[in-house]
T-cell receptor, first 108, second 115 residues
Framework: GEDVEQSLFLSVREGDSSVINCTYT??????LYWYKQEPGAGLQLLTY?????DMKQDQRLTVLLNKKDKHLSLRIADTQTGDSAIYFC????????FGTGTRLQVFP | GAGVSQSPRYKVTKRGQDVALRCDPI?????LYWYRQALGQGPEFLTY????????KSGLPNDRFSAERPEGSISTLTIQRTEQRDSAMYRC?????????????FGPGTRLTVL
């Protein structure tokens, strides 16, 4: 079945850029998503990219997709303490398959 | 409604009891999905509906789990004879058009604890 992998932790200084990486196995995914989970809150859709795109930029967020390597990344520019959360990538293979999540910690 | 809502937000039950978890999707959304998220893991698919029809229940772990959406809006996930291993966050999502590529919007989840 589909497998989606993420590194577990990322720690960055406030103001720096954060890059969260994700690899997946199913090349038939049409859309690939990034969700944000804050404590006590639901999963918030951050952004998504269509599989025929290489890059998508949305304000401080940049999504890069390398279909050949089945690699998806989320770059957060000028990371703020409010960006501290768990970030999930998800691929759509008829149903959403989520990675294990990357916990982003932003320190002053 | 403005977003997906779920109730209760927290449920503590004793082993062997039945529980019913409710999801109220975004108004007009065709598809409704149930996921289970264990601590430290990503959500795992359980089942989904288009309107009132259950399209895929391949993620339900065993026959103690069932779901319904009788009028194509609110859905209930029922777990019978709960076990401690059922403890998790249960998340509901809805999407507008019902296609597999459509964006899913999640509710706040119900945290189930089985003692």
């Amino acid at each position: 079945g589909e497998d989606v992998e993420q590194s577990l932790f990322l720690s960055v200084r406030e103001g720096d850029s954060s890059v969260i990486n994700c690899t997946y196995t199913d090349s038939s995914s049409t859309y690939l998503y990034w969700y944000k989970q804050e404590p006590g809150a639901g999963l918030q859709l951050l952004t998504y990219i269509f599989s025929n795109m290489d890059m998508k930029q949305d304000q401080r967020l940049t999504v890069l997709l390398n279909k050949k390597d089945k690699h998806l990344s989320l770059r957060i520019a000028d990371t703020q303490t409010g960006d501290s959360a768990i970030y999930f990538c998800a691929v759509n293979a008829d149903k959403l398959i989520f990675g294990t999540g990357t916990r982003l910690q932003v320190f002053p | 409604g403005a977003g997906v809502s779920q109730s209760p937000r927290y449920k503590v039950t004793k082993r062997g009891q039945d529980v019913a978890l409710r999801c109220d999707p975004i108004s007009g959304h065709v598809s409704l999905y149930w996921y289970r998220q264990a601590l430290g893991q990503g959500p795992e698919f359980l089942t989904y509906f288009n309107y009132e029809a259950q399209q895929d229940k391949s993620g339900l772990p065993n026959d103690r789990f069932s779901a319904e959406r009788p009028e194509g809006s609110i859905s209930t996930l029922t777990i019978q004879r709960t076990e401690q291993r059922d403890s998790a966050m249960y998340r509901c999502a809805s999407s507008q058009a019902g296609g597999s590529t459509d964006t899913q919007y999640f509710g706040p989840g119900t945290r189930l604890t089985v003692l």
